[in-house]
Each structure stands twice: as C-alpha cells, then as structure tokens.
C-alpha cells in the first residue's frame, strides 16, 4: 500500500492550478448531514413534500442567520469556524508564497454547500475573495465577475504585487442568493443579512410556503433538482467553470467532504480525468471504511491520474475531516517542513494505481 507523499503533494501545489471540491461534510459537526433526505425526497408524494422541506430549512438553513450575524458560541459552531477558517488561511499562505510565478496566485473552491461558512471566514480573515457578485450597494451576480485579480501597489514606490485571492463556486446555489419575482429580468441579488431565511416560513404552509421558499435559490437535494428557471441557467454554467477548470493544463483537484452521490459532478470530474492527462486528483474519504466504495464509484482502476486518500485504519482520531486535511496536509506544506534529501509521508493510505511514473 502506497503513502501519500507530502513531497509529492508540495511538486502538484507549486505548478498546478488549484481546485477544491467541497461537501457538506466539511461544515459539520455545526451543520447536519440529512444523508437520506434524497431519497425521502424522490420517494415521496407532492403532497408530502412540503414536511422534508421544512425539516431542510430548519436544520440546515435557519442556522446560517447566527453564522451571519455572529450570534453562535455553541461548542460545535465553534469548531466549525475554526475549521474553515485555518484552511482559507492555510490556502491563501500557500498562494502567497507559492515559487511559481506564471500562474495567478488564486484557487478555486467549488462547493456544493449551501452555507455561509466559506464567506464568513474569508470575510473575518480580510482575505480577498470573488463569490460571483459585482456592485457595493446592490450587488448582482454573474459567471464574468468570477476569476478576477487583485493587485496591490506600495505606497511609496509604486511596487505592484498579486493578491492571494480565493474564489467560492456554489455550484448549488446560496442562502446569501434572493431574487425579486416582480422584476422582469430575475437577476440574482445578494442578501448578507439573509432577510428571506427567517422561522416565520416555518409556519406558512401550502403556496404560501412554497412562495417564500421557492426564494431562496438552492438546488435542493432530490433527484428531479427543480430549479427556479432564474437559477436553471446559473446552474448550467457553473457545471461547465468547473469542467473548464478541470481541463486545464497541470490542473489539481482536492475533494473534501464530498460522497460523490451527485450524478452531473462526477462525470465531469471522470470525464476531465480521462481526457485531461496532466490533471491530478486527490479524494479524501473521511473513514477508513468509505475508500473501497470510492474507488468504486470513480472506476479508479481506469483513471492513473485519481487518488483516493484515507485513513490507515478504523481510528476515530485519524479520520479525515477539514481540521485534520488542513493540519497534516497543507499546513506542512505552507511550514515548509519537507527534507530535501527525503520523501516524508502522512499517516494516510492511498490507492494502489499510482506508480512512480505518474507521481508529479
């Protein structure tokens, strides 16, 4: 069995144009994973729906209004927080001191998390950040306002350097997205205070439930993903970004806290793998017991350049959540911590298909 390389991993950092591919495991233990409310969701009747739906705003929606407005001191949220907060630190050290200086010194984070986390922590750090909004007293969204550079000159002597900046794809849409059904053009609006999220919905039923919920433009989890025309469109595009990015040359994909379950991401993700050579992706199963169905489900077998990341056994300490990843993984590398003369190796196992030809 294979070691996955911190060595290795430092060479791909240094030349790739990073991605990650967030799910939503990476927001718990704050947020729940409802892992079968898709089915529950496919199976039941229109009628019956409206109950699940509640039960998604409840659980997972709501709570976002005291990630917004810094209401939570629960030990769980805090967790959370620090979590995605060390990472997006971690990221943006990384792109500062990267040694490559022909690619920008961005990353991209596509995400199917609905949630306020990433936002929250880019804003408390001050690290710049593109979520698809353009405009200050009513910011719109559009595909064009993504991939955008920052750059700063000194005030003294007119030095102009990049700016790390990380850009959020939520690829299934946001609590932080609202749209006025009065205007003719639908265009998506930013809401910071989530004004449109509230526990009074909870008690409407019917279409006037479903009115107010319809609002919020998320896809919501069940097979059928019916979309309010206004976000069917974004939708599309956000699924081609990310095939585009993954197509790129010397490109890196991280997935984090993802099962894969999502039908459209995982055959542009195995499409890209297979028909981009130089594109190298890491797949991080947060239990020992989760790798075989992985590798599994991305035909690892058929695809050298995939590598399925877990823990060495079934030791709950070890397994791998965003704290974990971010402390074993890229926070070595941002340290530095790499012996010239040696190849240093976590304590995680990896499959069995990458030789020494494929290593970067």
Same mark, same amino acid.
């Given at each position: 069995?294979?070691?996955?390389?911190?060595?290795?991993?430092?060479?791909?950092?240094?030349?790739? +144009?990073?991605?990650?591919?967030?799910?939503?495991?990476?927001?718990?233990?704050?947020?729940?994973?409802?892992?079968?409310?898709?089915?529950?969701?496919?199976?039941?009747?229109?009628?019956?729906?409206?109950?699940?739906?509640?039960?998604?705003?409840?659980?997972?929606? *709501?709570?976002?209004?005291?990630?917004?407005?810094?209401?939570?001191?629960?030990?769980?949220?805090?967790? &959370?927080?620090?979590?995605?907060?060390?990472?997006?630190?971690?990221?943006?050290?990384?792109?500062?001191?990267?040694?490559?200086?022909?690619?920008?010194?961005?990353?991209?984070?596509?995400?199917?998390?609905?949630?306020?986390?990433?936002?929250?922590?880019?804003?408390?750090?001050?690290?710049?950040?593109?979520?698809?909004?353009?405009?200050?007293?009513?910011? &719109?969204?559009?595909?064009?306002?993504?991939?955008?550079?920052?750059?700063?000159?000194?005030?003294?002597?007119?030095?102009?350097?990049?700016?790390?900046?990380?850009?959020?794809?939520?690829?299934?849409?946001?609590? &932080?997205?609202?749209?006025?059904?009065?205007?003719?053009?639908?265009?998506?609006?930013?809401?910071?205070?989530?004004?449109? *999220?509230?526990?009074?919905?909870?008690?409407?039923?019917?279409?006037?439930?479903?009115?107010?919920?319809?609002?919020?433009?998320?896809?919501?989890?069940?097979?059928?993903?019916?979309?309010?025309?206004?976000? +069917?469109?974004?939708?599309?595009?956000?699924?081609?970004?990310?095939?585009?990015?993954?197509?790129?040359?010397?490109?890196?994909?991280?997935?984090?806290?993802?099962?894969?379950?999502?039908?459209?991401?995982?055959?542009?993700?195995?499409?890209?793998?297979?028909?981009?050579?130089?594109?190298?992706?890491?797949?991080?199963?947060?239990?020992?017991?989760?790798?075989?169905?992985?590798?599994?489900?991305?035909?690892?077998?058929?695809?050298? +350049?995939?590598?399925?990341?877990?823990?060495?056994? *079934?030791?709950?300490?070890?397994?791998?959540?965003?704290?974990?990843?971010?402390?074993?993984?890229?926070?070595?590398?941002?340290?530095?911590?790499?012996?010239? +003369? &040696?190849?240093?190796?976590?304590?995680?196992?990896?499959?069995?298909?990458?030789?020494?030809?494929?290593?970067?």
């Amino acid at each position: 069995m294979d070691k996955l390389e911190r060595r290795e991993l430092s060479e791909v950092i240094q030349s790739s +144009n990073l991605n990650f591919l967030f799910g939503a495991g990476l927001s718990t233990p704050y947020l729940p994973i409802l892992g079968d409310i898709e089915n529950r969701l496919n199976k039941a009747k229109s009628e019956d729906k409206e109950a699940i739906y509640k039960e998604y705003l409840e659980h997972v929606m *709501i709570p976002n209004r005291s990630i917004i407005h810094a209401k939570e001191n629960s030990v769980k949220y805090l967790e &959370t927080k620090s979590n995605y907060e060390t990472f997006v630190s971690t990221i943006a050290s990384i792109l500062l001191r990267r040694k490559n200086t022909i690619l920008s010194k961005q990353a991209n984070i596509f995400t199917t998390n609905i949630d306020v986390f990433l936002e929250t922590a880019l804003e408390n750090l001050k690290i710049e950040y593109n979520d698809g909004f353009s405009g200050r007293l009513n910011p &719109t969204f559009g595909i064009a306002n993504f991939k955008k550079s920052v750059q700063q000159r000194s005030l003294h002597f007119d030095h102009i350097s990049e700016i790390p900046v990380i850009n959020i794809i939520k690829i299934h849409g946001s609590l &932080t997205w609202i749209y006025e059904s009065e205007k003719s053009d639908k265009e998506i609006i930013f809401s910071s205070n989530l004004r449109h *999220i509230n526990k009074s919905l909870l008690k409407k039923s019917g279409t006037e439930f479903l009115e107010g919920y319809r609002r919020i433009l998320v896809v919501n989890p069940e097979e059928s993903k019916h979309l309010e025309s206004v976000l +069917n469109v974004y939708y599309s595009e956000l699924l081609r970004l990310y095939s585009s990015e993954l197509e790129k040359e010397n490109a890196v994909l991280f997935v984090m806290g993802f099962s894969m379950e999502d039908r459209h991401i995982k055959e542009i993700t195995l499409r890209a793998a297979k028909s981009n050579p130089t594109l190298r992706i890491y797949v991080f199963c947060y239990k020992f017991e989760d790798k075989e169905n992985m590798e599994e489900k991305l035909k690892v077998r058929q695809h050298p +350049n995939i590598q399925i990341v877990a823990p060495e056994n *079934i030791d709950n300490e070890k397994r791998l959540g965003l704290s974990r990843i971010t402390e074993t993984i890229f926070k070595d590398i941002w340290n530095n911590n790499i012996p010239q +003369n &040696t190849l240093n190796k976590t304590e995680v196992s990896s499959n069995d298909n990458i030789g020494e030809d494929d290593k970067a």
